[in-house]
């Protein structure tokens, strides 16, 4: 008897009383808070509007186009970067997830208080907190990016590949020994460069 009268309790309290039709009320039903964020995304470009809840994220344009949509639960990867140049402070968040890569930006003054800046952070912070919810298994990194990896690298490898020709040319062709005793030093210089630019970027990892 005590086990029927258990089931039937969590029954209701599970599936409710069909009789009771006052048991769900709108303000009881726990829905994603909206966050909206509006900065300029450079001086003489227009705005971008970011509008975040515990679910997705949306960026827009300030006329209202889609300019990317993601759902944070499906995010694998966040890269923020920024480097400053002649007063400018570029600053920029690669969302990575199951669609095209969402990118935020925003290019403001050196200010520390820029209010199109100030804006950009407070929806970087609000999204990286976030995601420490909708999506934990999601790496955050920041820094550098993959590209400018991949140049420096590319520019050791020159550097490097430079250096063993000038080796096998000094090695294998006539040459004064003056000559051989002077490239030496540079040839092995030209190595070391090579090999530590590319040693630095590691264009491979990710």
């Known amino acids: 008897m005590l086990a029927l009268w258990s089931l039937r309790s969590a029954a209701k309290v599970l599936f409710l009383d069909a009789r009771d039709t006052n ?4 303000e009881s039903i ?3 808070v909206a966050r909206t964020y509006e900065y300029q995304i450079a001086p003489l470009r227009g705005c971008e509007r970011v509008t975040l809840d515990d679910r997705s ?3 827009t344009d300030t006329r209202g186009k889609v300019r990317g949509r993601v759902e944070l639960s499906s995010v694998t990867q966040v890269q923020i970067g920024d480097y400053a140049t002649r007063g400018i402070l570029c600053q920029w968040i690669d969302i990575h997830h199951a669609g095209p890569r969402v990118r935020l ?7 520390p208080n820029d209010p199109e800046g100030a804006r950009y952070r407070a929806a970087a912070v609000d999204l990286i907190q976030t995601l420490q919810v909708a999506a934990p298994t999601a790496q955050i990194r920041s820094g550098d990016i993959a590209q400018w990896r991949w140049l420096v690298a590319a520019i ?3 550097i490097l590949l430079g250096a063993i020709v000038n080796l096998l040319a000094i090695a294998f062709l006539e040459r004064p020994p003056s000559m051989r005793s002077d490239m030496t030093p540079v ?3 030209m190595m070391a460069v090579g090999v530590l630019l ?3 970027a590691r264009p491979w990892r990710r």
Not at 23 to 26: E, G, K, N, S
């Open 57 to 59: 994220l949306t960026v």
């Open 23 to 26: 048991a769900i009320r709108p």
């Open 198 to 200: 590319i040693a630095c």
């Open 105 to 111: 930006r925003c290019n403001c003054s050196l200010r």
């Open 187 to 189: 040839i092995i210089g």
């Open 30 to 32: 726990s829905m994603p």
């Open 156 to 158: 050791g490898g020159i």
